[in-house]
């Protein structure tokens, strides 16, 4: 069975769907997650959040163990990143005005970074959640092809 390259990238719709439900989970979650404390940051330079790249590659890992879909997967790591930053622009800069606060939040410079790490991290982490589901599937001896 081969897999076509929009296949790849996008998927089944439903699962596709179901995959774009979980970032929007992940987003609000990773928002609250910084916000009560469950997650944190040390201090210093902040360019890439642990515990929001974390969660995220776990989330892209899984798609792609579900041979889901690349752009989920993308998303799913873009919408940890996301709601670390909004949790730092809503909660963190308490005296800027709320038009500063949303300018903080879609600043250009910061979603370049966190898409072009979502691309390069949430792909490997598909790759990798891809590759274990087709070892997985040879050693059970189930009869599909990658």
Known sequence: MTTSPRDLLLGERFQRNLDFLGAAVLLVGS????ATGLFAVEG??????????AVGLIAAGWIGYGRGA????????????????????????????????????FDPVTLAVYVAASILLGSAAFGVGYLLSVGVG???????EA
Request: proline share 5%; no cysteine.
């Open 44 to 53: 210093g330079v902040i360019v890439l959040p642990s515990d929001a790249t």
């Open 138 to 144: 040879r050693l059970r001896g189930s009869s599909f």
């Open 31 to 34: 928002f609250v997650a910084y």
């Open 70 to 105: 690349l752009l989920p997967a993308w998303a799913s790591l873009f919408a940890a990143y996301l709601g670390f930053h909004a949790d730092w622009a809503f909660l963190g800069l308490s005296s800027h005005s709320l038009p500063g606060k949303l300018a903080f939040l």
